[in-house]
């Protein structure tokens, strides 16, 4: 039997807020105990554990059922996706609950990246491709993935590799690496077939938004 989520805030008190303010609401899935704190938006953490500074404890692998259609400006997942075993659920749950024009910022390991696998609560690894399981073909890059496993569809405005290293002197290669390569969609695409176990990726960066206007294919 699924946990039903606690709810430590007025939620429905804070999208009041939001939109009589104007100020963008931001949710930040599996936030642990470092949720933003500006001033210019309303900030709500969402964790499967119970840590300072989380509004919304609750197993995402179930959804975002807490929270109305349409009610989020901006969703921010950093290093939390790979923690998932529902990952197409929630990616259709995070195109319900943003606005239109709402954005989802992504942190994701890249598969090549050799500390993922150190983490032994990782679930899955992300590629460049695989986003774009969510998006129409006629706006997919040059080699194209099937788009017929669910509804859901988006719109990814940038993707990018991420190339760090925790070692000093080796950052300067990654940073060399990371314009090189995110120089085009060309070079990705080029890198991610041919040279991506030879030059390990950290991570990619993905932002996107809900795409309403085309229909699965």
């Known amino acids: 039997m699924n946990a039903p989520a606690l709810i ?6 804070t999208l009041e807020k939001s939109a009589r303010t104007g100020m963008p609401v931001i949710l930040e899935l599996g936030c642990g105990p470092k949720k933003g704190t500006d001033e210019t938006a309303i900030h709500l953490g969402a964790d499967i554990l119970d840590l300072p500074g989380v509004d919304i404890v609750a197993d995402l692998n179930q959804g975002l059922s807490f929270l109305p259609d ?3 400006d901006e969703v921010h997942a950093s290093s939390f996706f790979a923690h998932l075993d529902q990952f197409e659920l929630l990616m259709r749950e995070i195109v319900r609950v943003l606005k239109p024009n709402g954005l989802c910022r992504a942190y994701v390991p890249h598969f090549s990246n ?8 990782h ?3 992300f590629g460049l491709y695989t986003f774009f399981y969510f998006v129409d073909s006629k706006r997919q890059l040059r080699r194209k993935v099937p788009t017929f496993y669910g509804p859901t569809r988006i719109h990814i405005d940038s993707i990018k590799y991420v190339f760090k290293s925790p070692f000093r002197l080796r950052k300067i290669w990654k940073r060399f ?3 090189l390569f995110n120089s085009s969609s060309w070079m990705q695409e080029f890198y991610e077939e041919n040279l991506c176990h030879m030059i390990p990726c950290y991570a990619l ?3 996107f ?3 309403t206007s085309t229909k699965p294919s």
């Open 8 to 13: 430590k805030i007025d939620l429905s008190a």
């Open 70 to 72: 349409a009610s989020i």
């Open 114 to 121: 050799p500390y993922y696998y150190s983490d032994y609560t």
């Open 123 to 125: 679930r899955r690894f």
């Open 177 to 179: 690496w990371g314009a």
């Open 205 to 207: 960066e993905v932002v």
């Open 209 to 211: 938004r809900p795409d």
